[in-house]
């Protein structure tokens, strides 16, 4: 296992490359198996979430390698319908699997997924969905077993905007006979993603990025190359580490249409924040103010993927902030930490009240999940003093390098063998 040693207090200046949208690549992997042509990702991270879903392509038969920054993978002898157990328990992304296995071979069987402990995380509604597109659906011990002589076009409705179920529903439906219509569909940029590479594929898909998106299927998809979009999350956890040290940096590559709520939020704390070509630059000198409500919902709402990170701003804003974390039931474990640097929150059930410090100290810390364990490494380059950050295997699951990007930055972090 592998820590973070960083010495604290120090501002950020320079210029960060963002990396693709590990929650974009991931559904891109699935997809993949439903052509026998060749697919190349190009500027894929090597993160550890993609290098288990690779490895899930290989179970399945599929040929993968990298090229550079670019994955190629070769699906022509996939012929494996069952996600290994080991693999599924260790990626909540195996289930999108389901669609893409069930259209390509008509059968699939996985066990039930895992991935951070952020909560209960069902499946209830990625199963409600490929069960209205004719796909025969059990449970049989712990895991899912799926089978279907052809699935037909349906009208699902969600419960809620699940990301996972829209994509699976995407993935079942875009070879299925006859059209589809998802209602209450979830709208995230990564979803919109999926749509154009899927189009490219030879799908017929509109409307994705709004709540209603219409499928028309077609009997096959042929291979494609396609450069996912910037990741998001990864763009808004540095300029939380800017605002949070002080500094300036420009993270080239990143969308700011993507993380507007984000940059409501920092403006409102007094950062300086504007978009010019492919770059996103932000200044921030002075007092922090307390955004006072953070409230996490579904896109374009604040994401619950920057809740863990955006409540160690808050810690050191001055004046008290209610975060509120609408998404999840359990994704507040970053917080026990940042008391033991200093920080006064209180929480009660969803909601966490932060009260501002001047600053944080330096404290040994653990990481129990990835948005937590970026949170609590931004704490710690901003805090007064030295701190360990322990089990990196859970940054390491979406952020690329992320120590040298903040070294690169100005930090003083760097990554040693336990
Ligand atoms: C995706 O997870 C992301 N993961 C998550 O990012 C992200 O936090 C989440 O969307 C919300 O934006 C990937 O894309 C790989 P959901 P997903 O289905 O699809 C409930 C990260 O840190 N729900 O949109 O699992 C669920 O309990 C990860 O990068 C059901 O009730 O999220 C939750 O309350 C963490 N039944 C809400 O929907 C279902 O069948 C949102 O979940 C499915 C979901």
């Known amino acids: 296992m592998d820590k973070y040693v960083i010495e604290g207090g120090r501002p950020l200046y320079g210029e960060v490359e963002i990396q693709s949208a590990k929650n974009a690549v991931l559904p891109l992997l699935a997809a993949s198996v439903l052509t026998d042509e060749q697919v190349v990702i190009r500027r894929c991270p090597r993160i550890a979430d993609v290098l288990n879903m690779v490895q899930i392509l290989g179970e399945l038969g599929c040929k993968t390698c990298f090229e550079g920054d670019a994955l190629v993978i070769d699906p022509a002898a996939a012929a494996n319908h069952e996600i290994p157990p080991a693999l599924a328990r260790e990626l909540r992304s195996s289930v999108f699997l389901l669609g893409s296995v069930v259209a ?15 909560g209960l995380r069902p499946v209830d509604l990625h199963l409600q969905g490929l069960r209205r597109l004719g796909v025969d659906v059990r449970e049989e011990g712990g895991s899912i077993v799926c089978a279907c002589e052809g699935a037909r076009g349906a009208e699902v409705v969600l419960d809620c905007p699940s990301v996972g179920a829209t994509e699976n529903i995407l ?5 299925a006979k006859g059209s589809t219509l998802i209602r209450n569909a979830a709208r995230e940029p990564e979803i919109v993603d999926l749509q154009n590479f899927l189009n490219k594929m030879g799908g017929k898909i509109a409307g994705a990025g709004t709540s209603v998106i219409a499928v028309e299927g077609v009997p096959r998809l042929h291979g494609t190359e396609h450069t996912p979009l910037p990741d998001r999350i990864e763009a808004g956890t540095f300029l939380i580490a800017a605002a949070m040290c002080g500094g300036k940096l420009a993270l080239r590559g990143a969308k700011s249409e993507n993380i507007a709520s984000l940059a409501h939020k920092l403006r409102e704390i007094s950062c300086k924040i504007h978009a010019k070509d492919d770059k996103i630059y932000i200044e921030c000198v002075g007092a922090r103010r307390s955004p006072k409500l953070v409230e996490t919902s579904p896109y374009p709402g604040f994401p619950t993927d920057l809740q863990a990170p955006m409540t160690a701003l808050a810690c050191i804003c001055e004046g008290s902030t209610v975060i509120v974390e609408n998404l999840f039931e359990t994704r507040f474990k970053h917080v026990p930490e940042l008391i033991r640097m200093g920080a006064d929150i209180t929480v009660r059930g969803r909601s966490a009240f932060v009260r501002g410090v001047p600053a944080l100290h330096g404290a040994d810390v653990c990481a129990s999940d990835l948005r937590g364990g970026a949170a609590l490494t931004l704490a710690a380059i901003s805090a007064e003093g030295c701190s360990t950050v322990v089990d990196l295997g859970f940054i390491d699951r979406g952020y690329s390098d992320f120590e040298g990007k903040l070294r690169a930055a100005g930090a003083r972090i760097r990554r040693v063998r336990v």
């Open 171 to 175: 993935l079942a439906s875009v070879t």
């Open 104 to 118: 390509r071979f008509g059968r699939a069987r996985i066990a039930y997924p895992g991935g951070c402990d952020i």
